[in-house]
């Protein structure tokens, strides 16, 4: 069984930056994506980062301003997000999961889920 829970999260205006962290408690070693949620829509895939680091990818809604990472010594990864825009505006989850490539876009590639953080983006 594994644990998440998400922090950071907050109001922020356009052009800032938060960064969000996941601590994971469990068996760890797995896949962790961010997913997110704005109101009225689907969740949908923001990044995901496989199991030692080394490789990572990015919704091209984020790419460029969002950096995913980890520190397995502390079972923690994090979202720093920069150049936040209105759209931005959220629930961010994460998720632990065993993916490869496309397949870690998929929310059911996730088998546990943090509660959320909300992230809001003013104009």
């Known amino acids: 069984q594994v644990q998440l829970v998400e922090s950071g999260g907050g109001l922020v205006q356009a052009g800032g930056s938060l960064r969000l962290s996941c601590a994971a408690s469990g068996h760890t070693f797995y896949a962790m994506g961010w997913f997110r949620q704005a109101p009225g829509k689907e969740r949908e895939f923001a990044a995901r980062?496989?199991?030692?680091?080394?490789?990572?990818d990015y919704a091209d809604s984020v790419k460029g301003r969002f950096t995913i990472s980890r520190d397995n010594a502390r079972n923690t990864v994090y979202l720093q997000m920069d150049n936040l825009k209105p759209e931005d505006t959220a629930v961010y989850y994460c998720a632990a999961g065993t993916c490869s490539g496309s397949g870690c876009q998929i929310i059911g590639s996730y088998y546990y889920w943090g509660q959320g953080t909300q992230v809001t983006v003013s104009s």
């Open positions: 980062i496989n199991p030692s680091g080394a490789y990572r």
